[in-house]
């Protein structure tokens, strides 16, 4: 970094350019080392421990501080005057210091091990639980990759600072306190100089770390990047290969890992110049101590103990004066993870449950109502304007549409991944909102068109929803998903482990894990986003068989892209344009509704016959 660069630098600093930047698409907020006092709540239950570390430091480098006093006295004494009899008490005081120092130092990292991994693990799981209760929505809007940075490396982050930087911020800007008075007191002239020196040090390392936390920011985002592209490209492996496109995410992720490394440098470039600063000062104060202090001893106003004392103190300052810039960055650092986890933090829950919740009469019917029911993303107008139906107990809905029409946000609506923004959705005629989510989600299950199995055993995902299913019940939901014959065929049976995502299985099979999955807790209310879209044309038959079985005890309302899944139906709902335009059987639908006709043709080319 040029002369040049740094007088840009300290003018962006006045003018407050640096206040914000981008990267890529996302906006910067740059943070300033308030925000750790956020902390404050994590840090109070261990603040005793936290302070006892930092007084173990302290006490610590005053010990290594006095040594140089200790050093004076031999000099001015036993070396000068050649009394040697101190000599032996005055070593053993020296290697009593250094005993001390050495033992505050292993007492201070004993005390701080267990309150900052504490503080670190109690902020992961925070934000882990945070992040289960925010709504599918937020989910929808952020990369894996951004929250698995925060919720991993910038954790860490925070944690090496207090356990380490934060504390030595404040015992080294003491200690350099203490370390200037002590010279003073020695020599005013070579505390003088010191002092000199170190003023500027501690104004240009400020000004350093200015810039250096945006690209500390810059660095943080650009990571949570390249985390995201590689966790799509991994579990969308096969995708990639299946249509060549692995030299274009290569691509993109050399340019985003470029990116990153430019980042890296410019970093290193703006702590080069700091620390090349850093030693120069310091160097100079030396310089002007000899100069003065020979000076001095060759006027008969300092003795030689006088001068080694205090070079011996500087030598001592060096790492005081010289971590200045290392902990700011660190400060920086540290600031700048707090602000992207209260970033997660602070965003607003907004499917919760009500204050005081509504129990539903036992046992549960399964009525099933829209009314007027509105939902939108908050772009442009809602996507759904008005929804009115009712599904009765007992009853199967297939609900139809168009690509994009909303039956997917619309069957999102009765478990409250979301919450509608008109209307209301009641089950037994009680308002779904005001429900604890615990009961509803025990009272309407779910299994989606994708079907998202967790690295764990057959039993596991199975039994998801109901933990504490015994067996019988888990054979029981596999039966009914026709998926009992090839669960045995896996080498552990139940037990097997089916891999990230399932992969390890197939399409068909994963599918039908899903809806044993939601059939295992026999709920009042089924909901289905086509579940059948995996399946072949054997197996679907097989699961249609079952379904047809498990939907004579539940309420459903079923998601249906292909006609095979329309006869599954007692009625069926056309959505178009937000709003529920014809409800009937299949066969009415078919005989007077040109609209329905026309979607049907457009599902799929499997014959279609009318009951």
Request: with cysteine.
């Amino acid at each position: 970094m040029s002369l040049s660069e740094v007088l840009r630098m300290v003018e962006m600093t006045v003018r407050g350019d640096c206040a914000m930047d981008a990267v890529g698409d996302h906006p910067v907020r740059h943070s300033t080392p308030t925000t750790l006092l956020r902390l404050w709540p994590y840090v109070k239950p261990v603040r005793w421990w936290l302070v006892g570390s930092a007084v173990a430091a302290l006490l610590a480098m005053l010990a290594g501080l006095a040594i140089p006093l200790v050093i004076q006295r031999i000099i001015d004494g036993p070396v000068a005057r050649g009394e040697l009899a101190s000599l032996p008490w005055l070593v053993a005081g020296m290697l009593l210091l250094g005993g001390v120092e050495a033992g505050l130092m292993y007492v201070r990292r004993r005390l701080n091990l267990v309150p900052s991994t504490r503080i670190e693990a109690r902020m992961r799981m925070d934000l882990y639980r945070h992040l289960q209760r925010l709504q599918v929505g937020f989910h929808d809007g952020w990369q894996s990759g951004q929250l698995l940075s925060r919720a991993v490396n910038d954790m860490s982050t925070v944690r090496r600072w207090i356990a380490f930087a934060g504390i030595f911020l404040v015992v080294n800007s003491l200690i350099l306190v203490t370390g200037v008075g002590l010279l003073t007191v020695l020599s005013p002239v070579l505390g003088l100089i010191v002092l000199c020196c170190g003023a500027p040090l501690i104004l240009l390392s400020y000004l350093f770390e200015t810039k250096y936390k945006v690209a500390a920011r810059q660095a943080q985002d650009q990571d949570g990047d390249l985390a995201s592209t590689i966790e799509e490209s991994v579990l969308g492996i096969r995708v990639l290969k299946a249509f060549g496109r692995g030299r274009h995410m290569a691509k993109l992720f050399d340019e985003q890992a470029r990116l990153l490394r430019g980042t890296e440098l410019r970093k290193v470039r703006i702590m080069a110049a700091l620390w090349a600063v850093l030693i120069a000062l310091p160097e100079l104060a030396i310089a002007g101590q000899l100069l003065a202090g020979a000076l001095g001893i060759a006027n008969g106003t300092m003795t030689v103990g006088t001068l080694v004392a205090a070079l011996t103190v500087s030598t001592f300052l060096r790492w005081p004066f010289d971590s200045i810039g290392w902990l700011l960055a660190e400060t920086n650092l540290a600031a700048s993870a707090c602000e992207r986890y209260w970033e997660v933090r602070d965003t607003q829950v907004t499917v919760t449950d009500p204050e005081h919740p509504v129990p539903l009469a036992q046992p549960v019917r399964g009525l099933l109502r829209f009314e007027g029911v509105r939902f939108g993303y908050g772009q442009g107008r809602d996507l759904l304007r008005g929804v009115d139906l009712v599904v009765r107990p007992g009853e199967t809905v297939a609900l139809v549409g168009a690509t994009g029409s909303g039956k997917t946000a619309l069957t999102a609506l009765v478990p409250r991944l979301a919450d509608v923004t008109g209307g209301r959705i009641t089950v037994d005629g009680v308002d779904v909102r005001d429900l604890a989510l615990s009961d509803l989600r025990g009272v309407v299950a779910t299994a989606f068109e994708e079907p998202v199995l967790f690295s764990a055993s057959v039993r596991e995902n199975v039994a998801l929803g109901v933990p504490e299913a015994s067996e019988e019940q888990v054979r029981e939901a596999l039966r009914v998903a026709q998926a009992e014959e090839f669960v045995q065929a896996l080498p552990w049976g139940l037990d097997t482990r089916v891999g990230e995502q399932g992969l390890s299985l197939s399409g068909g099979q994963r599918q039908r894990l899903a809806l044993a999955r939601a059939v295992a807790g026999r709920p009042a209310v089924l909901v289905l986003d086509d579940p059948l879209s995996a399946l072949d044309v054997h197996t679907e038959g097989e699961v249609e068989r079952a379904l047809r079985e498990v939907l004579r005890e539940v309420t459903a309302l079923v998601v249906a892209h292909r006609p095979s899944t329309v006869q599954l139906a007692d009625r069926v709902a056309l959505l178009a344009d937000g709003r529920i335009t014809a409800i009937g059987t299949h066969s009415e639908l078919l005989a007077d509704n040109a609209e329905y006709r026309r979607l049907l043709s457009t599902m799929d080319d499997q014959e279609v016959s009318v009951p």
